[in-house]
């Protein structure tokens, strides 16, 4: 058989939220991966969603297990984010190719271990960025290095909700917290569409004294980060707001505003206004998680290096770490130099018919509303 012709079987390790309504489903549109397993440690979404999607369900403890009986390739990690390490190290010593939910872990150390141990079994690290092959943001990124905005001087982004109580978001064993969850979207965004590395990083939190969901993690995180060529990007995340999330990106000559900016089930729209000329472009909904799929799929068949992968992911976490750092000091923390990473270009562009809401088992959104 060709490698064109073949199926990358894919374990999924963790049946929470995103994983029943965005990547069990997305395998309907990714013609070159195949459901194989399910891992969790919850006997009812094993039962259930084996019989569901027709893969059979293993506890964690028996990942390995399943590789060997599955015949694994691939493990999409959707496990919490203080996991992720140990996960990926588990799946590369079983020689299988990891593709793992952001943020790539909680520090830059676990990233570092991370990428060794993918590097010493020699299999593929892929960070799940899905707005790496989003059409409003690929679109956005070609244009502004056609210059169309003109010099880029900020970038400025908002992004929040209501985050439920005893949601795993909120705890800090999991790696919770908005800056985490939310801020890992703006940093990475601010960083594709400058296309270069902040130096430096201004930051601080807050929290709701009284409300008991952010006892130990923060409600909201306010950075600046100061850009090579004077730019500045500046985000304030919060799991305390109403549903907002946007961005704006400002050049000499106009501005591109993407709202909403980061969803993953709906419309994404812009409004550009370049010379005071202004027009609306809306790209309909779309599965986003397909999408990740198919290019880190054909990237193990084919032996290509995937982009996004896990120096890109690295690269948001060291910037995270700077951030908790500088709100802690109340000074600015200087972000030592590294290469800028590989770009998305519009190539990765990729397009799915949006997946039918899912009836969920023993989860729920993580936010209100």
Same mark, same amino acid.
């Given at each position: ?10 374990? *999924?390790?963790?049946? &929470? ?5 965005? *990547? ?12 194989? /397993? ?5 006997? #009812? ?8 999607? &027709? ?11 399943? *590789? ?25 010593? /079983?020689?299988?190719?990891? %593709?793992c939910e952001k943020p790539m872990a909680t520090s830059e ?24 092959? #989003? ?46 969850? %939310? ?7 601010a960083r594709y569409l400058f296309g270069d590395e902040p ?15 952010? @006892?130990?993690?923060?409600?909201? @995180? ?17 799991? &305390?707001?109403?549903?907002? =999330? ?21 419309? %994404? ?45 690295? /690269? ?13 000091? &109340?000074?600015?923390?200087?972000? =030592? ?33």
């Amino acid at each position: 058989m060709k490698a064109s012709d073949k199926r990358v079987r894919y374990a *999924v390790a963790g049946l &929470g939220h995103i994983a029943q309504v965005a *990547v069990l489903p997305a395998f309907a549109h990714a013609k070159n991966s195949e459901l194989a /397993a399910l891992v969790s440690g919850d006997p #009812t979404k094993e039962k259930k969603l084996s019989q569901k999607y &027709g893969a059979p369900a293993f506890h964690y403890d028996d990942f390995e297990q399943a *590789v060997e009986e599955q015949q694994i390739d691939a493990v999409y990690i959707a496990l919490p984010n203080t996991q992720h390490r140990a996960f990926t190290e588990r799946a590369a010593r /079983a020689g299988v190719h990891v %593709l793992c939910e952001k943020p790539m872990a909680t520090s830059e150390k676990d990233c570092g271990a991370m990428i060794a141990a993918c590097d010493k079994a020699g299999v593929h690290l892929m960070i799940a960025y899905r707005l790496h092959f #989003t059409p409003a943001h690929l679109e956005a990124i070609a244009l502004v290095r056609a210059g169309k905005l003109g010099e880029l001087r900020f970038f400025s982004s908002i992004f929040g909700m209501q985050v439920k109580a005893d949601n795993i978001r909120t705890d800090p064993k999991d790696g919770g917290g908005p800056l985490r969850d %939310l801020g890992v979207y703006c940093i990475n965004a601010a960083r594709y569409l400058f296309g270069d590395e902040p130096l430096e990083v201004r930051a601080t939190t807050a929290s709701k004294h009284g409300d008991r969901r952010f @006892a130990k993690v923060e409600e909201m @995180a306010g950075a600046l980060m100061h850009f090579p060529g004077d730019r500045i990007a500046q985000f304030t995340c919060s799991f &305390g707001s109403g549903n907002v =999330a946007s961005l704006e990106l400002v050049g000499t000559k106009g501005m591109l505003r993407i709202e909403p900016a980061y969803e993953y089930a709906g419309e %994404l729209k812009w409004t550009l206004t370049i010379d005071e000329k202004r027009r609306e472009k809306t790209f309909p909904a779309g599965d986003q998680f397909a999408p990740e799929l198919i290019h880190f799929s054909d990237c193990v068949l084919k032996g290509k290096r995937p982009e996004p992968d896990g120096s890109e992911g690295m /690269a948001d976490v060291r910037i995270i770490e700077a951030i908790f750092k500088s709100a802690a000091s &109340g000074r600015a923390v200087k972000i =030592a130099p590294v290469k800028p990473q590989k770009q998305p270009k519009a190539s990765q562009a990729i397009t799915r018919p949006p997946v039918r809401e899912p009836s969920l088992v023993k989860t729920e959104a993580p936010h209100s509303g």
